[in-house]
């Protein structure tokens, strides 16, 4: 009886790990540097995230309702559309990580558990709490939950696109005059 209870463990193990890992390489193709991932939160807001993950300039772009935010190795710049504001700070080493993590199946496995067939846990990430929900085939994430103090965010109809056939640069670049908006740097 014990060997039956281990082994149907063990293959629901198997079958976890499997479940995430099909699903990462359907999604991102080692040979690609470029994506979109776009999603939606708390049902109220869309949002975008190209992420440039060449190794020698890795950058990510957020788009959100009122908010663009880019960020690289060096600094974060956070442009508030409604207040004209730029806002330019150090970046977040950490929160860089959890990003260009994503992207690369043997970083990302190691810093996630399985909770359940299709459930992982993303394991000691400074900001929260995040846990990863895949569907019955393991072909799309059916939700992102994120839990931070009393602060709750779900992230819905989540997709992976390759960007191709794109200049690149001008992913990463808001288009403003510096001149005309009230800049912070913090750096």
Not at 14 to 26: G, L, M, N, P, V
Not at 43 to 59: D, M, R, T, V
Not at 86 to 95: A, G, V
Not at 111 to 134: Q, V
């Amino acid at each position: 009886m014990n060997k039956i209870v281990l082994l149907l463990f063990l293959l629901n193990f198997t079958y976890a790990i499997d479940c995430f890992s099909s699903w990462h390489k359907e999604n991102f193709d080692s040979k690609n540097n470029f994506y979109i991932i776009s999603g939606s939160i708390n049902k109220e807001n869309n949002f975008k995230l190209f992420i440039n993950n060449n190794q020698n300039n890795q950058k990510y772009k957020i788009e959100m309702f009122d908010k663009v935010v880019i960020g690289d190795k060096d600094k974060v710049s956070s442009y508030l559309i409604s207040k004209n504001q730029l806002i330019i700070e150090k970046t977040d080493s950490l929160f860089n990580d959890f990003i260009f993590s994503f992207l690369d199946l043997d970083k990302i496995k190691k810093k996630i558990k399985k909770k359940g067939p299709t459930k992982f846990l993303f394991k000691k990430i400074s900001f929260g709490k995040a846990n990863i929900f895949l569907n019955d085939s393991c072909s799309n994430i059916d939700s992102l939950i994120y839990v931070k103090q009393k602060n709750k965010i779900i992230i819905n109809e989540i997709d992976v696109s390759v960007v191709k056939d794109v200049k690149i640069d001008s992913l990463f670049n808001v288009d403003i005059n510096e001149e005309d908006v009230i800049k912070y740097d913090f750096r």
